[in-house]
């Protein structure tokens, strides 16, 4: 909440006196770039001994199940944004990397197509598949117990 509210009001004083809070773009560059790779760096460094243990107690079909699941509806929804629904491409890119709550994706996908258009398709998703990744975490543990 606190981070949320002061966002809102440093976000606030920088549109009433634009001179406030201006931050060089190569600056905004080296902290988007570096902590992006941070983040990257250190989930993986934290999460590589409990896959490893995982597959060494479930065994590679849990992991190839796990590929299957996280694939094949990134891959229908490629197909319906673009045959159904034809969304532009950058933002159905962004849609899918907010789907899956991944902003390394979004940054990757905004730096090759060298646009921000991408985040567009990212805002919406990524809100409701952090609500939904929160409420069916939550019922999935309550079913398992």
């Known amino acids: ?20 809070g201006r931050i060089p773009s190569s600056t905004v560059w080296f902290m988007n770039s570096v902590g992006l790779n941070m983040f990257i760096a250190v989930v993986g460094i934290s999460a590589g001994p409990g896959f490893v243990k995982g597959l060494q107690t479930q065994g590679v079909g849990l992991f ?5 699941a996280t694939t094949i509806p990134l891959v229908l ?8 629904f034809r969304f532009d491409p950058a933002i159905l890119l962004g849609a899918c990397a907010g789907a899956r709550t991944t902003t390394a994706a979004l940054g990757m996908i905004c730096e090759t197509a060298k646009s921000q258009v991408p985040a567009l398709g990212y805002t919406v998703t ?17 079913l398992l117990t």
């Open 1 to 20: 909440g606190g981070a949320l509210i002061s966002g809102l009001v440093f976000g606030w004083l920088r549109s009433v006196h634009p001179t406030f």
């Open 64 to 68: 190839l199940w796990g590929a299957l």
């Open 77 to 84: 929804a490629m197909f319906a944004g673009k045959f159904i």
């Open 126 to 142: 990524y809100a409701v598949g952090n609500t939904l990744l929160t409420i069916w975490g939550m019922v999935i543990i309550m």
